[in-house]
Structures are given as C-alpha cells and as structure tokens.
C-alpha cells in the first residue's frame, strides 16, 4: 500500500458513525488544525454534539497577531478545522470552497473559548456551514459561515497525498 492509499484508508474508517458525545479523530496526524504530530498546529479537539460538532480551544504564543491578540488567520484556521469535523457527522469527505469569517472582537492569546459548528443546509454537492467562537462570559468574539463542496476520497489521492509520517 502506498503512502496515499495508507492515509485514504485511514479516513475512510475514520467517516463511520460517531455517537452524540463522542470525541471526534483527528483528520491525520499532521493536520495543521487538528493533528497532534503537527509542532505548528492548534491541535483542536472536537465532539459531537446533536448535529453539530463543539470544541474548547485556546490558543498559544505561536498565534499572535497584534500583541496578546490571536491572529486572524489562525483564527480562520481553527474555524475551518471545526467544519473539517463536522464531516463525520455528514458522513463524507469534502473540502473548503468559501470561508467567510466575522471578527466581532479580539480573540486573546491563552483564553479558552467555546467552538461551535452545524451544517444549515445542503444542495447538492454544497454544504452550507455556520460556526461560532464564544468566550466564557456568553461574548459571540467570531462567527463564520462556509461552503464546502463534497468529494470523494480520491480527490486527496489526486493531490499526491503524503505520507502519515511525514
Ligand atoms: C477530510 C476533510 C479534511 C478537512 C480539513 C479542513 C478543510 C480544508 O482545509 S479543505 C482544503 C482547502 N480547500 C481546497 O483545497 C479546495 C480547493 N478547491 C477544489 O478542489 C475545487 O474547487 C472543488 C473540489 C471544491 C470544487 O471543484 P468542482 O468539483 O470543479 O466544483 P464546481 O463545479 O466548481 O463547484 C461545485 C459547486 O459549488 C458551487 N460553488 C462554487 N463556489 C461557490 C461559492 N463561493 N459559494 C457557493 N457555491 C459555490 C458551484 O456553483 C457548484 O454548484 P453546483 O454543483 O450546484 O453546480
């Protein structure tokens, strides 16, 4: 098995049915957003919860914008990691195709805040996303919507996927 079909095979039996609560797998190891291997990454942790996905995230020193200010793009990031979640619940693969994201206030380095993300509706192959980032005073600091455009696994296969060790 090539180094792609290792990682493909891995998905696939990642996108089996997940109970409400249950902690979600990362999508690999070195996943920017999720993967535990990744010395950049946020390393977020999600769970189902209903129909949406939530997490408890804070970030670090290595996501400063302006000073104690998360910057906007790992903000993004972990956004677009959540809705990479969700995907388990929709029960398959696709990827990112629109990213809007609403900064409604400063999100601060070593702050923990509430993730949430769902799918608000599907057409097709699009599936419209919302999240939001909520601080532990109720404060909405982020909301996002998203499009992705659902693919099957061989649309990673294409793109030359790496190996799970790399
Ligand atoms: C396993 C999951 C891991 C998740 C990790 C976290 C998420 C990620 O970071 S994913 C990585 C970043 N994203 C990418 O690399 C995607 C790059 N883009 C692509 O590969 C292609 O554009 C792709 C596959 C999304 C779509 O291409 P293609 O199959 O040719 O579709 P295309 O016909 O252009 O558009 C599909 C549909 O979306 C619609 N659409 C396109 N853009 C938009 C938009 N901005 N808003 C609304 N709809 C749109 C099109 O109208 C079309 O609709 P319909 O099917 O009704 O005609």
Redesign the pocket.
């Known amino acids: 098995m090539t180094d792609a079909e290792a990682l493909l095979a891995t ?1 696939e039996q990642k996108f089996r049915p997940h109970p409400d609560g249950a902690d979600l797998p990362a ?1 690999h190891n070195h ?1 920017l ?1 999720c993967g535990p291997d990744n010395p950049h990454g946020h390393r977020l942790q999600a769970r189902r919860h209903g129909d949406s996905v939530v997490a408890s995230h804070s970030f670090d020193g290595r996501h400063v914008g302006a000073p104690g200010i998360v910057h906007g793009g790992a903000v993004a990031t972990v956004i ?2 959540l ?2 979640f969700l ?1 388990y619940l929709v029960g398959t ?6 990213l809007t994201v609403d900064y409604l206030a400063p999100v601060l380095i070593g702050t923990t805040y509430r993730l949430e993300g769902s799918v608000t509706s599907r ?4 599936l419209f996303v919302a999240a939001s980032l909520t601080a532990s005073d109720g404060r909405s600091v982020a909301t996002s919507t998203a ?1 992705f ?1 659902t ?1 099957g696994v061989d ?1 990673f296969g294409r793109c030359g996927a790496p190996s799970v060790d790399d």
């Open positions: 998905w999508h996943c957003g677009d990691d809705y990479g995907l693969p696709a990827v990112t195709r629109r057409e097709g192959r699009k499009v455009v693919v649309h």
